[in-house]
């Protein structure tokens, strides 16, 4: 079965798809640079346990920013995507 999580905010919405647990982001102009990228990141995390990844094209700085600012670690680089990967938070 495949996994589809979907978390939406006026402004964007943030999804993770598959046993890859790959992350797809995405905010409206209007909205960014206020934090809902974050925002949406970390809600993701809060709901989908263990890691989750991502995959970012290297001239892509606010997703590279925005990725690593939420815990994400650049994994590798195939070409001109880098992948990236949060592991599994622990609950508190």
Known sequence: VALRV????????????GSERM??????????????GLLLL???????P????AVVHELNAPS??????AGYSLVGQHGVWRHYELEERKQN
């Open 50 to 53: 263990g890691r989750l990844l």
């Open 42 to 48: 970390n809600e993701l995390s809060e709901r989908v």
């Open 6 to 17: 979907v978390v939406e905010l006026d402004g964007g919405a943030v999804r993770v798809d």
């Open 23 to 36: 992350v797809s982001i995405v905010v409206d102009p209007a909205y960014r640079g206020h934090g809902y």
């Open 64 to 69: 590279v920013s925005l990725f690593t600012r």
